[in-house]
Nanobody, 122 residues
Framework: QMQLVESGGRLVQAGGSLRLSCTAR????????SAWFRQAPGKEREFVAG????????NYADSVKGRFIISRDNVKNTIYLQMNVLKPEDTAVYYC???????????????WGQGTQVTVSA
């Protein structure tokens, strides 16, 4: 059983930076592959970035490649999403997830956080 809690979302101006965190309050995060997804109003949830258990492999959606960085600290039971050069189209609720495989499909993940709102103003 895993309980994931995101934090760090807020209002930021376009071009700015933000770092999201996701901490496993219950469970050992290091045993799971992890990812960030996001969902904008009226749109489907989409994959943003993923990271393997040990942190040695990462992958990104094309829309964020070169701007976002996913990382993890297994000692702190936490994954991060560093978001740079933010754009208004990055506005969404961001969710962290944990699962037994690393994939861009939401169905691959078993555990989800409650989400944190990121709003990027023009």
């Amino acid at each position: 059983q895993m309980q994931l809690v995101e934090s760090g979302g807020r209002l930021v101006q376009a071009g700015g930076s933000l770092r999201l965190s996701c901490t496993a309050r219950i469970g050992d995060y290091s045993t799971y592959h992890s990812a960030w997804f996001r969902q904008a109003p009226g749109k489907e949830r989409e994959f943003v970035a993923g990271i393997s258990r040990g942190g040695g492999f990462t992958n990104y959606a094309d829309s964020v490649k070169g701007r976002f960085i996913i990382s993890r600290d297994n000692v702190k039971n936490t994954i991060y999403l560093q978001m740079n050069v933010l754009k208004p189209e990055d506005t969404a609720v961001y969710y962290c997830a944990a699962g037994g495989s690393i994939a861009s499909r939401s169905e691959a993940y078993d555990y989800w956080g409650q989400g944190t709102q990121v709003t990027v103003s023009a």
